[in-house]
């Protein structure tokens, strides 16, 4: 139905966003591999959309590249991982730390992040294999490549950093102690909140 935004960034708060669309303010919710890359507030930013409709919510999802809101709707089509699960795993690790762990069965470090038991990470190791070579080969030479990693300019450092950065990772699904131990193990002075999810999410695969 919407399958593609452009428009001013208005709102940044890990991992909802706003988008105004000639006056129209569309909420978000991004990965934060697609978060990293946004622009600064104010800015222009195109993202590709996926639309999900519920009894209780209508929801946005948003995403830098095609190939990673592909990646996403193949995660949703994985039994037992609903969008709010695919938006964590996009999160917690980018497109080529997760087809490494399909490819070499990583059980382990998919266990890690919230939510993703051991029987739902061997299915998605199952069902994303042949997923992925479908999807890798149909990427092959278009404009983003599908585990291209794009640079992206850090925000001014925020005042808020830590707290922000445990909002956000209380929003992907952490525990309270697990995301306050995890960015304050991870922060260094400096840091501003994008800098610091990265660094908090990295420290607990």
């Known amino acids: 139905m919407i399958g593609r935004l452009t428009g001013l960034l208005v709102e940044k708060q890990a991992p909802e966003i706003v988008l105004d669309v000639n006056g129209v303010?569309?909420?978000?919710?991004?990965?934060?591999?697609?978060?990293?890359e946004l622009p600064e507030l104010e800015q222009r930013a195109t993202l590709f959309t996926h639309f999900v409709v519920r009894e209780d919510?209508?929801?946005?999802?948003?995403?830098?590249?095609?190939?990673?809101?592909?990646?996403?709707?193949?995660?949703?089509?994985?039994?037992?991982?609903?969008p709010k699960l695919a938006l964590t795993i996009l999160s917690g690790m980018n497109a080529a730390e997760f087809v490494s762990c399909v490819e070499r069965d990583d059980i382990a470090t998919l266990v890690k992040l919230p939510g993703v038991g051991k029987?739902?990470?061997?299915?998605?190791?199952?069902?994303?294999?042949?997923?992925?070579?479908?999807?890798?080969?149909?990427s092959a030479g278009g404009e983003h490549e599908f585990m291209l990693k794009t640079n992206y300019t850090p925000a001014p450092v925020a005042d808020s950093a830590e707290e922000?950065?445990?909002?956000?990772?209380?929003?992907?699904?952490?525990?309270?102690?697990?995301?306050?131990?995890?960015?304050t193990g991870a922060f260094h002075d400096g840091m501003n909140s994008e800098q610091l999810?990265?660094?908090?999410?990295?420290?607990?695969?």
């Open 25 to 36: 303010g569309y909420e978000l919710q991004v990965p934060m591999t697609s978060f990293y």
């Open 57 to 82: 919510a209508q929801l946005l999802y948003g995403f830098i590249t095609k190939q990673e809101r592909a990646l996403f709707r193949l995660l949703i089509k994985t039994n037992g991982v609903g």
């Open 119 to 138: 029987k739902t990470a061997e299915r998605l190791v199952v069902e994303m294999r042949d997923k992925l070579k479908s999807l890798l080969e149909a």
């Open 164 to 183: 922000d950065a445990i909002a956000a990772l209380l929003a992907l699904g952490y525990k309270p102690a697990q995301a306050s131990k995890a960015v």
């Open 197 to 205: 999810i990265k660094a908090s999410l990295k420290s607990m695969l």
